[in-house]
């Protein structure tokens, strides 16, 4: 009997100690740090060859279809968005999350049609379907190692390392229009279709890019930047969402007091200008919630730096393994996403 109760004992302080640590928060050790390489360099005419189709879109019931065009038409295919959400690429994300329509974010600057991020199942994003299989997409798709162009009086070459090949790929589609087709690693299954024209396709750069010219960087404010962040909040909480969904998990609900820690540790790390789960200032995850007295059972962590924006970053994480375990976890019931600019941190919680 004694050595029950000495177990239970034993039993009793681990517990405490564990929930008092962070034996109870899933704060991965891998961090999510998108690389930033530009480079404006002297080209010779012989380096400044572009390998760009010159054939047209096929299938004009593809979203592709829609890059270029005047804003109308999608609106007329759609409807009107759910919100409309600022970004710091000069064009405004059109929000789509309706039932009839699927998860899109569509980028309109003056009335156009720069850039499609496309993640719900049932859009048409031929040649492609989303949840196809990598080995069926390398099969069929001309996919490049090397984009290079000429937009106006300026040349880019982007050149894609073996993670981008496999993980990010991009297709030429013809008419100025580029796929990069994102893949889930771990499951070689196509998660969805960011559509480019050239112009976003420069802004954004996903991949090392090499250029001759103007790079059209945008000028964002900090008043621009609050209103970004705010859209790139909700964004992160739908696109989280819609992909617990897919794999089997309950939706979380966002919760505002775990959105103020977590933007708080975003600050944080843009102001002391490092990027880590814990805070020189402030500590772990647990040290933060204790502050803000918050009630939780179970917490986790996602932190990133430097993505192109919300879909990105959240496609980052289910692409690391310590994330994708918060992100799919299906024991979390909220979440609280804080954005500031090119930092992103995520907090689920279990109460």
Avoid at 77 to 84: A, D, L, Q, T, Y
Avoid at 190 to 213: A, D, I, T, W
Avoid at 271 to 277: K, L, Q, V
Wanted: charged share 25%; aromatic share 12%.
């Amino acid at each position: 009997m004694k050595f029950i109760l000495r177990v239970l004992v034993l039993l009793v302080i681990c517990l405490f100690i564990g929930y008092n640590t962070d034996l109870f928060f899933n704060s991965p050790s891998d961090t999510n740090e998108a690389s930033e390489k530009v480079k404006q360099k002297n080209l010779s005419d012989e380096e400044q060859k572009a390998n760009e189709s010159t054939a047209s879109i096929s299938d004009q019931n593809s979203l592709s279809a829609l890059i270029n065009q005047d804003v109308s038409k999608v609106v007329q295919k759609f409807g009107e968005p759910v919100r409309k959400d600022a970004t710091p690429y000069g064009y405004e994300y059109y929000v789509y999350n309706q039932p009839n329509s699927s998860y899109m974010l569509v980028g309109v600057q003056n009335n156009q049609v720069q850039t499609i991020y496309a993640l719900g199942q049932d859009l048409d994003v031929s040649p492609y379907k989303i949840g196809m299989s990598s080995e069926e997409v390398f099969t069929n798709a001309n996919l490049q190692s090397e984009v290079s162009f000429h937009y106006e009086d300026n040349f880019y070459r982007f050149e894609l390392s073996e993670d981008d090949l496999n993980v990010r790929p991009v297709a030429d589609l013809g008419s100025g229009v580029y796929a990069q087709l994102n893949f889930d690693k771990f499951t070689s299954k196509l998660v969805s279709v960011r559509y480019m024209n050239k112009l976003s396709f420069v802004k954004m750069h996903p991949y090392e890019l090499n250029y001759q010219g103007e790079i059209y960087q945008e000028e964002v404010t900090d008043d621009m930047w609050q209103k970004i962040d705010q859209g790139a909040d909700q964004e992160v909480l739908e696109i989280t969402n819609v992909i617990r969904e897919r794999y089997g998990a309950n939706e979380v609900a966002s919760d505002p007091a775990v959105a103020k820690v977590a933007y708080s540790h975003s600050l944080d790390m843009a102001e002391n200008n490092y990027f880590d789960h814990n805070s020189p200032t402030e500590g772990a995850l647990s040290d933060r919630l204790q502050k803000a007295e918050i009630k939780y059972t179970k917490a986790g962590e996602n932190i990133a730096y430097n993505y192109m924006d919300a879909g990105a970053a959240v496609e980052g994480w289910l692409n690391s393994e310590g994330h994708r375990k918060n992100l799919l976890d299906k024991s979390f019931t909220y979440m609280g996403e804080g954005t500031y600019q090119k930092y992103y941190t995520q907090n689920f919680l279990t109460k």
